[in-house]
């Protein structure tokens, strides 16, 4: 089975602190997806990546940026963190070809304080 | 309007019970077609995808209609661990990426 795994369960911050939030998968896998997930408005895109040092902006790339130094790893940066980027944070990967759905990391439950 | 759309419930059924959701999509282009399941605090799992002549696994089927633009997910002899969100996907027409529905609740009671 395809692992994606992310670095923290819950994760407590500062107002105006750098947050890293990391996303290794064990499978070679091409593509890499950063959500957020609020009730009622359900996921939202911030950031992917078909490759090694390439990056996309999603539908809600602000106050985000991401890095893909590796193909296996996808971190997702919150420059300046904000009470409104409290989230449940979910990070995803695909092979090829999206037929085959995306495996989800367990997510990181974000905390602005 | 969003590109897919759901009732979200929550549809409260007994145990034993068959409950059917539905789910629309507004681009025409989409080729690909998926249910999740989301459990309380956890991410969302695969169920199954959605193919053009319908599919069934155990006591789920999926059903596509295209000219509609519209999927749907039955669930028969519902069980307590049946009781989840459950996500419509669709991909969008260019690239890998994938737009899920904001879920439908499904409580199953004894």
């Known amino acids: 089975d395809v692992k994606v795994t992310q670095s923290s369960r819950y994760l407590v911050k500062r107002t105006g602190e750098k947050v890293f939030l990391e996303c290794v998968q064990d499978?070679?896998?091409?593509?890499m997806f950063w959500y957020r997930q609020d009730p009622g408005l359900g996921l939202r895109l911030i950031y992917f990546s078909y490759d090694v040092k390439m990056k996309e902006k999603g539908d809600i790339p602000e106050g985000y940026s991401v890095s893909r130094e590796k193909k296996e790893r996808f971190s997702l940066i919150l420059e300046s963190a904000s009470t409104n980027q409290t989230s449940m944070y979910l990070c995803?990967?695909?092979?090829?070809?999206?037929?085959?759905?995306?495996?989800f990391g367990s997510g990181t439950r974000l905390t602005v304080v | 309007r969003k590109e897919v759309e759901q009732d979200p419930g929550p549809f409260n059924v007994p145990e034993g019970a068959t409950v059917a959701f539905n789910c629309t999509y507004s681009n025409s282009a989409s080729q690909s077609f998926f249910w999740y399941r989301q459990d309380c605090r956890k991410e969302p799992k695969l169920l199954m995808s959605v193919y053009s002549s319908g599919n069934e696994d155990g006591r789920f089927t999926a059903q596509l209609n295209r000219a509609s633009q519209y999927i749907s997910l039955l669930i028969r002899d519902s069980k307590l661990s049946d009781s989840a969100t459950y996500l419509c996907v669709v991909n969008e027409e260019y690239g890998n990426k994938l737009v899920f529905g904001a879920g439908t609740i499904l409580r199953v009671k004894s």
């Open positions: 995803a990967s695909s092979g090829g070809l999206v037929s085959y759905g995306y495996t």
């Open positions: 499978m070679d896998h091409e593509n």
